[in-house]
């Protein structure tokens, strides 16, 4: 039931002073803003960047992916993250190697040192989910979990069409 009271009829200038909520893609966007100067802040010390993370760990989650498979996955243009595995490797944290499959294809796989970061990475990862899901009961953060997933694959589906 919306806390909104019903209007019927046409709108007029009262009607659009009313307060509307922010809408939700608002909302994730400043979820999503607010997480990121967060890691940033808690990533920094082990001499990383959200977006380096998120990279490591779709590698460790993923196995070996080409540049633009990882872009993909990492949300990020592939000119961005070309910058980024020249900048993980020479840090020794991926190592790239031909695709059997496709011999022009290099793929970017995690290594032990990349490995080894990750782990140093996850007490701070995970204090900082706790907190945003403190206030949450386990139903609640279910609910959370699922509505997000659902968002996330009914705008990749989007995405994937409008690609088409």
Known sequence: ?????????????????????????YLVKRLELVIRALMDDA???????TLQYTALT?????????SAQLARR??????????MVLTLEK????ARGQDEANKRVLLASLTDAGSRLLAECAPAVLELEA????????????????GLEHGIATLAAVSEARRA
């Not at 779709?58 to 080409?66: A, C, R």
């Not at 990492?74 to 910058?83: A, V």
């Not at 907190?131 to 699922?146: N, V």
């Open 43 to 49: 990533l920094r010390p082990l001499g990383l960047t």
């Open 1 to 25: 039931m919306s806390s909104q009271p019903e209007r019927s009829g046409p709108v007029d200038e009262a009607d659009a002073a009313l307060p509307h909520p922010p809408l939700t893609l």
């Open 91 to 94: 840090r020794g944290l991926i």
């Open 131 to 146: 907190e945003l899901l403190a206030d949450l009961s386990p139903g609640q953060r279910e609910t959370f979990r699922e």
């Open 58 to 66: 779709v590698l460790q989650n993923k196995g070996s992916l080409s």
């Open 74 to 83: 990492s949300f990020l243009r592939p000119q961005t993250m070309h910058e």
